[in-house]
């Protein structure tokens, strides 16, 4: 049977089955669960609890930054869910948005304005936190000299594009805010939970500049605080007395820990010595699947490589197509991750209710030679020298050698690879000090367009230097679209120029998100964006 497998796949398949030893292992489907849309918040904590509220977690990485206004990666993301709370926040099974530090809100008849008001909350100082200070971190967010990588969120307000006016929004007075859209925003109030749109203070941000995120100088407004950064190592959270609903938090203690081996993280996990695997790479899935506090869902997160559209040959769309069509991606969600990723030929996870994605080209080796030869490289001859970038943790680099091992059978070019720790990647990314680079996107709120607007012009996750006119259009037009299904016809055309015409992206797969929680470790729910509030987590007794 192997050797038949063999056959069929090609020589390069070996490189992948040299890997996969064990079976897959026997998973649940993948199937995204009926959720009634009103269903109530989870109760306070009840039965008996553990003496010691102490939760600990790996993260997997060190955090680029705590600055909600810079931060883009979902280790950072991670860790401003208990420090910061935006106006709304999410409910942590069935994602809808809940109040936050906004009570309630009213919104205008044609759905363009929105006043919210605001409870009576608190900094983890004991100050108050008014509309001023969100007009206050919203205007940082836009200010070019913040170089917020999501300023673009707030493009859906009126006036915050660059150079179009004031943007609209506006303290009414120290407990009321009145925020004023473009056109109408279905997914608003889903937005508004994102840490980007997070209170700062701004006291603190002007006295301490870039070091007001560390541990005596940063002030937040969520359920926990910042006790202790040790940089690649710990980051020690204590629970906010000052939070508004500080009686739901259980948790007294989150020891986030940066163990980026994912061994020695399922080792400390068998002895007790983490609660919680936040994520889990595919290769040590068999393993942990056989855990008691195994947890399996879909997942609105792409793996994709980007290109670097600003270096030759990777500016000639041949290239870029056929670099794609010469990667066979069943094969390595099958033998490589074997943990039921499913790969993609859309950027957006066809899981959205409401909306089909297009399928780009599916593996086609054959028709990507063509194009190679057609764009002056037959055989691969000529072919300059590139590299491919990843970060070092989990599977990245057993994907980058598949990878790299089918350019070379495939189009006879030879990539080189390039692994870099978290932070200098970022740093790679943003400077666009790269050829080809590994990259993930997990939506920001259960919409296409959190996966679309990221390819704009001007957005700042761009990070490829692609720019297209009609793809812009089609945006900007399902942006004033009050018709739900010719909007998702507009997002639908904008997504068929990016995966199957253009193609400054390589989608590789579609996430699952597997990862281990302690059975001790109750109020984590399984949902699609791996959105887990920490007020809402506690310990049981053994």
Same mark, same amino acid.
């Given at each position: *049977?192997?050797?038949?497998?063999?056959?069929?796949?090609?020589?390069?398949?070996?490189?992948?089955?040299?890997?996969?030893?064990?079976?897959?292992?026997?998973?649940? $489907?993948?199937? =995204?669960?009926?959720?009634a849309?009103?269903? +109530?918040?989870? !109760?306070?904590?009840?039965?008996?609890?553990a003496?010691? @509220?102490?939760?600990?977690?790996?993260?997997?990485?060190?955090?680029?930054?705590l600055?909600?206004? /810079? *931060?883009?990666?979902?280790?950072?993301?991670?860790?401003?869910?208990?420090?910061?709370?935006?106006?709304?926040?999410?409910?942590?099974?069935?994602?809808?948005?809940?109040?936050?530090?906004?009570?309630?809100?009213?919104?205008?008849?044609?759905?363009?304005?929105?006043?919210?008001?605001? %409870?009576?909350?608190r900094?983890?100082?004991?100050?108050?936190?008014t509309?001023?200070?969100?007009?206050?971190?919203?205007?940082?967010?836009?200010?070019?000299?913040?170089?917020?990588?999501?300023?673009?969120?707030?493009?859906?307000?009126?006036?915050?594009?660059?150079g179009?006016?004031?943007?609209?929004?506006?303290?009414?007075?120290? %407990?009321?805010?009145?925020?004023?859209?473009?056109?109408?925003? +279905?997914?608003?109030?889903?937005?508004?939970?994102?840490?980007?749109?997070?209170?700062?203070p701004?006291?603190?941000?002007?006295?301490?500049?870039?070091?007001?995120? %560390?541990?005596?100088?940063?002030?937040?407004?969520?359920?926990?605080?910042l006790?202790?950064?040790?940089?690649?190592?710990?980051?020690?959270?204590?629970?906010?007395?000052?939070?508004?609903?500080?009686?739901?938090?259980? &948790?007294?203690?989150?020891?986030?820990?940066?163990?980026s081996?994912?061994?020695?993280?399922?080792?400390?996990?068998?002895?007790s010595?983490?609660?919680? &695997?936040r994520?889990?790479?595919?290769? /040590?899935?068999?393993?942990?699947?056989?855990?008691?506090?195994?947890r399996?869902?879909?997942?609105?997160?792409?793996?994709?490589?980007?290109?670097?559209?600003? #270096? $030759?040959?990777?500016?000639?769309?041949?290239?870029?197509?056929?670099?794609?069509?010469?990667?066979?991606?069943?094969?390595?969600?099958?033998?490589?991750?074997r943990?039921?990723?499913?790969?993609?030929?859309?950027?957006?996870?066809?899981?959205?209710?409401?909306?089909?994605?297009?399928?780009?080209?599916?593996?086609?080796p054959?028709?990507?030679?063509?194009?190679?030869?057609?764009?002056?490289?037959?055989?691969? #001859?000529?072919? $300059?020298?590139?590299?491919?970038?990843?970060?070092?943790?989990?599977?990245?680099?057993?994907?980058?050698?598949?990878?790299?091992? *089918?350019? /070379?059978?495939?189009?006879?070019?030879?990539?080189?690879?390039?692994?870099?720790?978290?932070? =200098?990647?970022?740093?790679?990314? @943003?400077?666009?000090?790269?050829?080809?680079?590994?990259?993930?996107? =997990?939506?920001?709120?259960?919409?296409?367009?959190?996966?679309?607007?990221?390819?704009?012009?001007?957005?700042?996750?761009?990070?490829?230097?692609?720019?297209?006119?009609?793809?812009?259009?089609?945006?900007?037009?399902?942006?004033?679209?009050?018709?739900?299904?010719?909007?998702?016809?507009?997002?639908?055309?904008?997504?068929?120029?990016?995966?199957?015409?253009? *193609?400054?992206?390589?989608?590789?797969?579609?996430?699952?998100?597997?990862?281990?929680?302690? !059975? #001790?470790?109750?109020? =984590?729910?399984?949902?699609?964006?791996?959105?887990?509030?920490?007020q809402?987590?506690?310990?049981?007794?053994?």
């Amino acid at each position: *049977m192997a050797i038949a497998v063999l056959a069929l796949l090609g020589g390069w398949a070996m490189v992948l089955l040299a890997r996969s030893r064990e079976a897959p292992p026997p998973l649940p $489907p993948y199937e =995204v669960p009926a959720l009634a849309p009103d269903e +109530p918040l989870p !109760p306070p904590p009840s039965g008996r609890l553990a003496s010691r @509220q102490v939760l600990r977690l790996n993260n997997s990485a060190e955090p680029a930054t705590l600055d909600p206004a /810079k *931060m883009t990666g979902l280790h950072e993301l991670n860790v401003a869910l208990a420090l910061f709370e935006g106006l709304t926040s999410l409910h942590p099974r069935t994602l809808r948005p809940v109040p936050g530090v906004a009570e309630s809100w009213d919104v205008s008849p044609d759905g363009r304005r929105y006043v919210f008001h605001l %409870r009576p909350a608190r900094w983890s100082n004991g100050g108050p936190l008014t509309a001023a200070d969100f007009v206050w971190s919203w205007q940082r967010v836009l200010d070019p000299a913040t170089q917020a990588k999501y300023a673009s969120l707030l493009y859906c307000i009126e006036g915050a594009r660059p150079g179009s006016g004031p943007p609209g929004f506006r303290a009414l007075d120290e %407990r009321t805010l009145e925020v004023r859209l473009e056109a109408p925003t +279905p997914y608003l109030l889903e937005l508004l939970a994102f840490a980007t749109f997070a209170p700062v203070p701004r006291g603190s941000v002007e006295a301490h500049q870039e070091r007001w995120t %560390r541990p005596g100088s940063l002030v937040s407004n969520g359920p926990f605080i910042l006790a202790e950064w040790r940089p690649f190592e710990r980051i020690l959270l204590r629970r906010n007395p000052h939070y508004w609903d500080a009686g739901r938090a259980a &948790i007294e203690e989150i020891d986030v820990l940066a163990i980026s081996d994912a061994e020695t993280a399922l080792k400390k996990c068998l002895n007790s010595e983490l609660d919680w &695997i936040r994520e889990l790479p595919g290769e /040590k899935v068999a393993a942990a699947a056989r855990l008691p506090g195994f947890r399996y869902a879909p997942q609105l997160n792409t793996y994709f490589f980007r290109f670097n559209v600003g #270096r $030759p040959p990777l500016d000639d769309r041949r290239v870029r197509q056929a670099l794609n069509l010469a990667v066979d991606k069943e094969s390595i969600a099958r033998y490589l991750l074997r943990a039921g990723q499913r790969p993609a030929r859309s950027f957006v996870p066809p899981i959205l209710p409401g909306y089909t994605p297009p399928e780009g080209p599916a593996y086609h080796p054959e028709h990507a030679r063509r194009l190679l030869a057609d764009a002056g490289y037959p055989g691969g #001859r000529g072919f $300059p020298r590139l590299a491919l970038l990843y970060n070092s943790s989990g599977s990245h680099q057993q994907i980058a050698e598949a990878i790299q091992h *089918m350019w /070379k059978a495939e189009l006879g070019i030879h990539i080189a690879l390039t692994n870099q720790e978290w932070g =200098v990647y970022q740093t790679s990314m @943003q400077n666009r000090d790269y050829d080809i680079a590994r990259s993930s996107w =997990v939506a920001d709120y259960a919409d296409p367009s959190s996966f679309l607007d990221c390819f704009a012009t001007g957005s700042g996750n761009n990070r490829t230097g692609w720019s297209h006119a009609g793809y812009d259009e089609q945006l900007a037009l399902a942006a004033r679209e009050t018709d739900p299904i010719r909007r998702m016809a507009l997002l639908r055309e904008a997504e068929r120029i990016l995966v199957c015409d253009e *193609m400054p992206i390589l989608p590789l797969y579609f996430y699952v998100n597997a990862y281990v929680v302690h !059975p #001790r470790v109750r109020g =984590v729910y399984d949902n699609w964006r791996n959105f887990h509030p920490y007020q809402y987590v506690y310990v049981a007794a053994d």
